[in-house]
């Protein structure tokens, strides 16, 4: 992907896409944001950031997301067993799409039968320092950074793997490196600290809360999720769009618990409040 994207008719080099303003550009450009619900990232325009993430995500399989900001977006790998700091365990990192900007500051609940439906807790963020070029170690599949997060800390590498022949997403390996950091021997050390960053809160707590919802077919920002619950009155127009799902027992409940929350004090709005405008 990111040789493809970085070839549009005038890119003149590689160098031009360091630029956070047009890689977002290109982002942008992909996406009618009348029609997605993903935001649009002007927020971060001229921002030059490298911040990274670590989502746990409870979905159909429990793995760990680890984002890196590159380019306005997050590129994503998928860790099943999650980080090691022994560096002699590698992890597989499944890459998977890139995301964006404002999908690293959610946790909370993507619904079911939504895409990625489970429980999102968001497990480590901080910043990353690339150890040579990120593009061309990116390119080249030898990416080499290091992290400074409240969990992950010293230096790591992404490492790709030769592509089989019919490969969906490219597999690389997270490495620890050798450095004080490093736990030789115990592979899960930081897999112990099994509490989200932003609100202290473990995966039943989250899971238990429907106050963080995230709607990807609606036109709404991770950060215009609501920190606190909800206040029932106030709520109701944005408790009553939330569920537009296909379906399913947990999604006509959670439907039907958001209903009731919104009938309480007050009417049925003849519309919820578009919320595709955007400001
Ligand atoms: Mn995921």
């Known amino acids: 992907m990111p040789a493809k994207s970085r070839s549009s008719s005038h890119t003149p080099t590689p160098r031009r896409a360091r630029d956070p303003a047009s890689a977002l550009k290109k982002y942008q450009r992909m996406r009618d944001f009348s029609v997605t619900a993903e935001p649009s990232g002007h927020e971060r325009v001229g921002v030059k950031g490298h911040s990274f993430v670590v989502q746990k995500h409870a979905a159909s399989h429990l793995h760990y997301d680890f984002r890196l900001e590159m380019d306005g977006v997050l590129r994503s790998w998928a860790l099943a067993?999650?980080?090691?700091?022994?560096?002699?365990?590698?992890?597989?990192?499944?890459?998977?799409?890139?995301?964006?900007?404002?999908?690293?500051?959610?946790?909370?609940?993507?619904?079911?039968?939504?895409?990625?439906?489970?429980?999102?807790?968001?497990?480590d963020r901080g910043t990353w320092e690339p150890i040579g070029d990120e593009h061309e170690t990116y390119r080249s599949g030898r990416m080499k950074f290091r992290l400074n997060g409240d969990k992950m800390h010293g230096q790591w590498a992404l490492v790709r793997m030769k592509p089989k022949p019919n490969e969906r997403n490219p597999a690389w390996l997270l490495i620890k490196d050798k450095d004080e950091y490093a736990a030789p021997g115990d592979a899960d050390a930081l897999?112990?600290?099994?509490?989200?960053?932003?609100?202290?809160?473990?995966?039943?707590?989250?899971?238990?809360?429907?106050?963080?919802?995230?709607?990807?077919?609606?036109?709404?920002?991770?950060?215009?999720?609501?920190?606190?619950?909800?206040?029932?009155?106030?709520?109701?127009?944005?408790?009553?769009?939330?569920?537009?799902?296909?379906?399913?027992?947990?999604?006509?409940?959670?439907?039907?618990?958001?209903?009731?929350?919104?009938?309480?004090?007050?009417?049925?709005?003849?519309?919820?409040?578009?919320?595709?405008?955007?400001?």
């Open 191 to 279: 897999l112990k600290d099994d509490k989200s960053v932003k609100t202290g809160r473990d995966m039943e707590d989250i899971a238990a809360s429907t106050k963080d919802v995230w709607i990807s077919n609606r036109a709404k920002k991770a950060d215009e999720m609501p920190e606190r619950p909800v206040p029932k009155a106030k709520g109701a127009p944005r408790l009553k769009g939330v569920p537009k799902l296909k379906g399913g027992l947990k999604a006509s409940a959670l439907r039907a618990q958001s209903e009731k929350a919104a009938q309480k004090k007050s009417p049925r709005p003849k519309h919820r409040p578009s919320s595709s405008s955007r400001s």
């Open 81 to 123: 067993k999650g980080p090691s700091v022994d560096p002699a365990v590698k992890r597989l990192a499944m890459q998977t799409e890139d995301h964006p900007l404002a999908y690293g500051g959610f946790e909370g609940i993507i619904p079911k039968g939504q895409y990625g439906g489970g429980t999102v807790m968001l497990w």
